[in-house]
Every structure is written in C-alpha cells, then in structure tokens.
C-alpha cells in the first residue's frame, strides 16, 4: 500500500523559495542566487534522506536555479534591445512575483469555500434531474447508433490514444556529481600541491558529466575568491592556484 507525505509548508517549488527569501527578509528582485540555490538543493537532499519522493516540479526548479547560477558566474553577454545587460534571474522574479500575487488571495479563495461547504444542500435536485430527462426523452438517442458512428467514435479513440504515446518522454538523469563536492575535491588536492593543472582534474574526472560540474566547481571558486588561474604549459590548459590570503578561509571550508 503507497502513501503519499504532503509537507504543509511547501506546495511547490516557488512556496519553498519564498519561504526562503520572506525568513532571511531578502530582495524578491535581487536574490542572491547562491545563498537561495544552496538552501534549495539542501532542502532536496533531505527529502532524499527521508525516501520521500521529489515531485519532478522541484527537480525542474533546482535545474533552473543552477542554470541560473553558472550563468551568473559567466560574463555576461545577452543583452535587450536597449543594450542592457539582461539578468539572468529576471524570468525567476517575474515567476516568483506571479505565484506571490496568486498566493496572496488563497486565503479568501478558502474562506468562500469554507462559506459554501457549510451551506445546506437542496434536497430535490435528483427528482427535478429525472423530471429533466424523462421530459426529453434521453433514452431515445440510443436508437440513432449505428455500427459506422461507433467506428467513427472507435477511430477517434484510436488516434487520440497514438499521440499521447507518440509524445516526447523526457527522463531525469541523476549525476554523481555536485558543485560542492568537486569544490572540495580541487581544496583537498590544493592543500597537498599548493597548485593543480585542469588537465590532471579532466584525468581525474574523464566523463562529460564530470568536466562540467569541475569546470562549474572552479567559477564558483574564482567567484568567492578563494582560487587564481595561471596559463598553462599546454594546449587549453590552466593551472590553478590558491589565492593570497585565502588559507583561512579555505581551512574554514574544508573543515564544513
């Protein structure tokens, strides 16, 4: 027997990001994408935990803010007819304004319903029902059938039934990977060689996946400052070193 386990706080995505930003009193219009990303991802991680399915709204969600979050580490080129800098968190704004607009007036939306359920249903709706049918005789239509209208209806049937199974299906694939944990991989090695060459992490981490969320793992690093880059020997390589000053603060994150 399967059961389903509704967290009342949260009825989606954009309910668990605005809970984040009205706790930490954030600017709904400047959101700082890190602090908000970490937190969701950690939220997904504990349903995890709990063997609690995530719904594959919130999974979309997540893929978005970290869609969001590499390309705030990138410079930034698209730009409006204005030739303004277009932020890349301005399409998550305007969905979060919308769903805190419609959010707004659940409230009332309930208190109707609550009004309507506690009012007294009439008690001769099926009489005047039947009167309704009998008086236009329904059950005459049954001898207008015919073998070629229930073809007809058949083949319908049919055709709708072939595209909804030749729709797209889309699967969600899970990676070994995070952000944080190839962060900590590049820390770990750092305090043993002071420096390291991306080519070693691309042997270390030879897939596609894994290029990725390493190469995602060292914008992080140069955007927190934590790490510099140096032009390597070799053909589209680069050598990473630890930034001057950050020792602390690198030991502080190795220690979390």
């Known amino acids: 027997m399967s059961f389903e386990i509704?967290?009342?706080?949260?009825?989606?995505p954009f309910d668990l990001l605005l809970f984040f930003i009205e706790r930490d009193e954030l600017d709904i219009h400047d959101i700082p994408i890190f602090q908000i990303t970490n937190e969701f991802m950690g939220y997904l991680r504990e349903l995890e935990?709990?063997?609690?399915e995530v719904a594959s709204d919130f999974i979309l969600t997540a893929a978005t803010l970290m869609r969001i979050k590499a390309k705030m580490l990138l410079p930034r080129t698209e730009k409006d007819e204005d030739g303004n800098e277009i932020d890349p968190r301005q399409e998550l704004v305007q969905h979060l304004l919308e769903y805190k607009k419609y959010k707004a007036v659940l409230g009332d939306l309930g208190q109707m319903e609550d009004t309507r359920l506690a009012q007294e249903n009439r008690g001769n709706i099926h009489e005047e029902l039947q009167q309704i049918a009998n008086s236009n005789h329904f059950?005459?239509?049954?001898?207008?059938l015919s073998?070629?209208?229930?073809?007809?209806?058949?083949d319908k049937v049919m055709h709708r039934f072939e595209e909804e199974q030749s729709r797209p299906k889309h699967t969600v694939l899970t990676y070994p990977y995070t952000i944080e944990e190839q962060r900590d991989y590049i820390i770990r090695v750092m305090e043993e060689k002071e420096q390291i060459a991306f080519s070693e992490i691309i042997s270390a981490f030879p897939d596609k996946i894994g290029m990725i969320f390493n190469f995602l793992a060292i914008l992080d690093m140069l955007q927190l400052n934590l790490i510099g880059i140096e032009v390597g020997d070799?053909?589209?390589?680069?050598?990473?070193?630890?930034?001057?000053?950050q020792a602390a603060q690198v030991t502080q994150l190795i220690l979390e």
Do not use: H, S
């Open 234 to 245: 070799g053909f589209n390589d680069f050598v990473i070193t630890r930034a001057e000053g």
């Open 6 to 12: 509704k967290l009342p706080l949260f009825e989606g």
């Open 139 to 144: 059950e005459y239509e049954l001898q207008d």
């Open 49 to 52: 935990q709990l063997n609690i």
């Open 147 to 154: 073998l070629y209208k229930l073809m007809r209806v058949f």
